[in-house]
């Protein structure tokens, strides 16, 4: 069994954070959103995985190799963005005829994956939805079979969305269909993995469902920042013992890199911060801050700062990304 995690995506909507950051190395409940992956699929015996990167894919080797230096890992650049199938397709020398289990690269989700290894089946991960019509949507017979799925259909028949979580068997099957899908598309059009499952069904295959018990959408700021406050109470928090933070109340969950120096605040509850990051005179709850990160004499809820930034002033709600200085006091220093 392989893993492909493609995390060649921009992040646009977590800018300005991803221009200088991927999307997958966005720090979240003291860890990052590719490591809560790749350290879920680890747990399951998975050592072989196939990261297809892009944008900043230089990062998110580096971050690997140098954290999981034991793994079996190999790095395909998707120079041209044309969609998840597109990314699938690069894989097909690497893969070979083993069995995949693809992850996409922003996708955390808590679901039995022992059994789902184990199923003799193919299968695809789904999760009921309010509003269908911005995913993937599979439709399930009674028996927890697959008979459809539709790229973000205008009118849903279904409102399983698919989480982004695959398992194929059939890996042949698949890049054939793959193959015929880039054949007809057009070079400026995205290539959607559903297609390629659509037509593995339409040709017999069979596709068992499985649903997540959790889906943390880390998209954008807001559901970050939610997803880190629900993951946090999961793992536990980490403030490390053996520093004394002078004049600070810590409110559980936290989670504090090493090296902070924190002092004369108040921190929590669901606080995410970085490594080696300066804390005075500062109040903050319902946050996540990066490493190497200042901040001075600052309340701060429901914000997002960036690593390497600085901060100083009154209460704001603040999206800053990283290397940046703002004070925002208005001193004229």
């Known amino acids: 069994m392989k893993a492909i995690i493609p995390v060649a995506g921009a992040g646009t909507k977590l800018r300005p954070h991803t221009y200088t950051q991927p999307k997958a190395l966005i720090p979240l409940a003291g860890k990052t959103i590719l490591s809560i992956i790749i350290d879920q699929l680890k747990e399951a015996g998975i050592n072989d995985f196939i990261f297809i990167i892009g944008y900043l894919g230089e990062k998110i080797q580096d971050y690997v190799r140098e954290n999981y230096p034991e793994l079996n890992c ?7 963005r044309h969609g998840i199938g597109h990314a699938i397709e690069l894989t097909k020398d690497i893969v070979g005829e083993d069995e995949v ?3 996409l690269g922003d996708t955390i989700a808590e679901y ?4 789902i290894l184990e199923s003799p089946y193919s299968m695809l991960g789904v999760k009921k939805v309010d509003d269908p019509r911005n995913f993937g949507v599979a439709e399930i017979e009674e028996d927890g079979f697959i008979s459809r799925v539709v790229e973000k259909p205008a009118i849903p028949k279904s409102n399983m969305a698919l989480v982004g979580v695959y398992k194929i068997k059939e890996t042949n099957f698949m890049y054939s269909c793959l193959d015929k899908i880039v054949k007809v598309k ?3 059009e995205d290539f959607n993995f559903t297609d390629a499952l659509e037509c593995m069904i339409g040709h017999g295959a069979k596709f068992q469902s499985f649903k997540v018990t959790n889906w943390f959408d880390c998209g954008k700021k807001e559901s970050l920042l939610e997803s880190n406050a629900i993951l946090l109470k999961k793992f536990g928090g980490n403030v490390p013992e053996f ?11 936290v989670t504090v890199g090493k090296g902070c120096d924190i002092k004369n605040s108040v921190i ?3 606080v995410a911060i970085g490594d080696h990051t300066t804390l ?7 946050s ?5 990160s200042n901040l001075f004499e600052i309340v701060l809820n429901n914000s997002l700062i960036g690593s390497d930034a600085e901060v100083k002033g009154v209460s704001r709600n603040l999206n800053i990304g990283d290397n940046t200085a703002i004070d925002l006091g208005g001193s004229s220093k």
């Open 243 to 253: 520093n004394q933070y002078k004049n600070t109340i810590i409110i559980p969950p």
């Open 101 to 103: 289990l693809i992850v």
């Open 268 to 270: 929590g509850p669901n």
């Open 186 to 188: 057009t070079s400026y």
């Open 74 to 80: 190999h790095f395909i650049t998707q120079s041209e």
């Open 288 to 292: 996540i801050i990066g490493a190497y």
């Open 280 to 286: 005075n005179h500062a109040i903050i709850k319902d």
């Open 112 to 115: 039995d994956l022992k059994e």
